[in-house]
């Protein structure tokens, strides 16, 4: 059993987008027992009710499915039909607890389906209304960041590679000026460095 008014922080991301707004109100009812005055929390929920009065989301599901399939209708992921973003700020409010600021941003899409919600406790300091934001260009920034991510990876594999091949060049002259008839052989740990030993009358550590 986790105390009252014990927790610091809370985190929820691409889970909670898939349950109903019942479901939603009932977790911020308890997180706010369990929230500290001064605590906070992020939650990734569902924005998709925002665009339930359009045309195509009164279409009957078989209807539906097929116009999605055919791609004429972007698809919903399973999000929940019948979450928003001002639901979940009411929610805030109905509970105790203040909506520092939002960001509706899209998903594998155009539409601004998910929110991602910053909230805290009674006891956070907040001047003025939370803004909302709303971002129709995150899926290509997370696209970038990924972009940059492996970029760095590979840098970082490269400089390993080159790294080694002159651990191991150095290593094998150094046997041959040691009238090294013996053979080399290399023992390679792989963390953030490699090392090579050399089997002749002295070792040697190439970094």
Same mark, same amino acid.
């Given at each position: 059993? +986790?105390? @009252?008014?014990?927790?610091?922080?809370?985190?929820? $991301? @691409?889970?909670?987008?898939?349950?109903? %707004?019942?479901?939603?109100?009932?977790?911020?009812?308890?997180?706010?027992?369990?929230? #500290? @005055?001064?605590?906070?929390?992020?939650?990734?929920?569902?924005?998709?009710?925002?665009?339930?009065?359009? +045309?195509?989301?009164?279409?009957?599901?078989?209807?539906?499915?097929? =116009?999605? #399939?055919?791609? +004429? =209708?972007?698809?919903?992921?399973?999000?929940? %039909?019948?979450?928003?973003?001002? =639901? $979940?700020?009411?929610?805030?409010?109905?509970?105790?607890?203040?909506?520092?600021?939002?960001?509706?941003?899209?998903?594998?899409?155009?539409?601004?389906?998910?929110?991602?919600?910053?909230?805290?406790?009674? &006891?956070?300091?907040?001047?003025?209304? &939370? @803004?909302?934001?709303?971002?129709?260009? $995150?899926?290509?920034?997370?696209?970038?960041?990924?972009?940059? %991510? #492996?970029?760095?990876?590979?840098?970082?594999?490269?400089?390993?590679?080159?790294?080694?091949?002159?651990? #191991?060049?150095?290593?094998?002259?150094?046997?041959?000026?040691?009238?090294?008839?013996?053979?080399?052989?290399?023992?390679?740990?792989?963390?953030?460095?490699?090392?090579?030993?050399?089997?002749?009358?002295?070792?040697?550590?190439?970094?």
């Amino acid at each position: 059993m +986790i105390p @009252d008014k014990s927790i610091d922080f809370v985190f929820s $991301f @691409d889970s909670l987008v898939h349950v109903s %707004r019942e479901i939603v109100e009932t977790y911020l009812g308890q997180l706010t027992e369990k929230l #500290k @005055d001064d605590g906070a929390g992020f939650i990734h929920h569902s924005n998709l009710g925002e665009y339930a009065p359009s +045309i195509a989301e009164r279409l009957p599901r078989r209807a539906r499915k097929l =116009l999605t #399939k055919t791609k +004429i =209708l972007e698809q919903d992921h399973q999000r929940a %039909r019948d979450m928003t973003a001002e =639901l $979940f700020r009411s929610f805030c409010a109905a509970h105790g607890l203040k909506c520092v600021c939002q960001e509706l941003v899209n998903w594998r899409g155009r539409r601004l389906i998910d929110c991602f919600t910053t909230f805290a406790g009674a &006891g956070f300091q907040q001047t003025g209304a &939370g @803004d909302v934001l709303r971002n129709a260009n $995150f899926m290509r920034e997370a696209q970038l960041i990924a972009i940059g %991510r #492996k970029r760095t990876a590979e840098a970082k594999v490269a400089k390993l590679e080159l790294r080694w091949r002159c651990a #191991k060049t150095s290593c094998s002259r150094r046997c041959d000026r040691r009238r090294s008839a013996l053979a080399c052989t290399y023992t390679l740990t792989c963390t953030l460095h490699f090392q090579a030993r050399c089997k002749c009358k002295r070792t040697c550590r190439c970094k």
